[in-house]
Structure formats: C-alpha cells, structure tokens
T-cell receptor
C-alpha cells in the first residue's frame, strides 16, 4: 500500500525565512502528487499539484514544489514566508492501484512569527 | 459557485448512539469522498461515491456507511459510536469519476463522550 511521510511535524519560522517541507512517498510507479493547506478555521484547499511534465510546479501564494522521481520526493518550498502562511500543510499521493484515491501524509504544522 | 457544504458543523454524541452527517457537493460535481481527520492519524479515506454507487472503500469497520443521492448529495452514517470515532469528518467533491482534484468542505466535528 502507498504511504506518505512528512518528516517535519512542527515547523516554526520567522517572517521572511525560507521554507522547505519534506514529503516522501513509497510507490515507485506513476503517481499524481498534491500539496494541500488548511488555514486555521478554514477548509482544506489545494496549494499545487503535479501530474506530469515540468517537475518544478508553481502553486498559489508563491509556493512551489519539486518532484524528484529518483528520491520519491515532492518537497514544498517558499522563498520568504509570511505570518499568513501559518497553517497545516498536507502532502498527498494518488493510489497506484488505479482508483486515484489519495493517500495523505500526517501533516506539518507551520507557525510563522511576525 | 458555492463550495462544498457539510451539516452539521459540530456534533456531540454519546457512546453507542448513531450519527448521520450530510454533504452537498459543488454544483455539477458527481463524485463525493469522505475522510476522517484526527491529530494522530491525519486524513484517512472512508469511501467514495459516484453516480449513487460506492466506488471505493477505505479500511474502516462496517459501522461506517454512506450513500449518495441522485442530486449527488451524500450522507455518511456511523452506528454504535465509540470514543475513538471523535474526529473531523471531511467531505470532498470532484467533477468526475477519479478524485484527481478534490474540493473539500469545512468538515463536521464529531465528539463522542
């Protein structure tokens, strides 16, 4: 079965610091990859996605992620975080069995101090 | 376009009771998926419905069930509630059969005492 690991459970940064959140998955075949964000008190929403093509994917609010197939990774990055980026971030990978049901990581809580 | 709505938003139940949660997908979306979110386990897939048929089911006991109506609205039911069922239950809708891009609702916070 597919598994998704998010290595950083809690990250605390100051504004303007750079961010990188790790995500690794277990399945070696074709996958679709997602990062979702859940702001305090809000819905889970899609930040960015990778289906194919350029492995460097740009999402909303200045976020980007790089798919490195050889490392089974899809790390999320932002050059300069803002206080408003405080949220829970989830990495997700589709099920390789063809059902396209995503498997989610356990999430990373990011706190940005102003 | 209105987003995914879930009712009720908060619910407190007692062990042994049953509960029904409701989800209205985005207009035009035919696929609805349900997830259980807990601090310890993260998001875990419950089931997916498309055109009133359950297409996929996660690894949850039979106490968890669901259905989808002809207007794509969906309900999930949990019978004989246990303390461990306390969680945020999320519904997500997507336009087509595969759940490649999902739009999540605000969730129903269920507390079992």
């Amino acid at each position: 079965a597919q598994s998704v690991s998010q290595h950083n459970h809690h990250v605390i940064l100051s504004e303007a610091a750079s961010l990188e959140l790790g995500c690794n998955y277990s399945y070696g075949g074709t996958v679709n990859l997602f990062w979702y964000v859940q702001y305090p008190g809000q819905h889970l929403q899609l930040l960015l996605k990778y289906f194919s093509g350029d492995p460097l994917v740009k999402g909303i609010k200045g976020f980007e992620a790089e798919f490195i197939k050889s490392k089974f990774s899809f790390n999320l990055r932002k050059p300069s975080v803002q206080w408003s980026d405080t949220a829970e971030y989830f990495c997700a990978v589709t099920d390789p069995g063809g059902s396209y049901i995503p498997t989610f990581g356990r999430g990373t809580s990011l706190i940005v101090h102003p | 376009k209105a987003g995914v709505t879930q009712t009720p938003r908060y619910l407190i139940k007692t062990r042994g009771q049953q509960v029904t949660l409701s989800c209205s997908p985005i207009s035009g979306h035919r696929s609805v998926s349900w997830y259980q979110q807990t601090p310890g386990q993260g998001l875990q897939f419950l089931f997916e419905y498309f055109s009133e048929t359950q297409r996929n089911k996660g690894n949850f006991p039979g106490r968890f069930s669901g259905r989808q109506f002809s207007n794509s609205r969906s309900e999930m039911n949990v019978s004989t509630l246990e303390l461990g069922d306390s969680a945020l239950y999320l519904c997500a809708s997507s336009p087509g059969r595969s759940s490649l891009e999902q739009y999540f609702g605000p969730g129903t916070r269920l507390t079992v005492t």
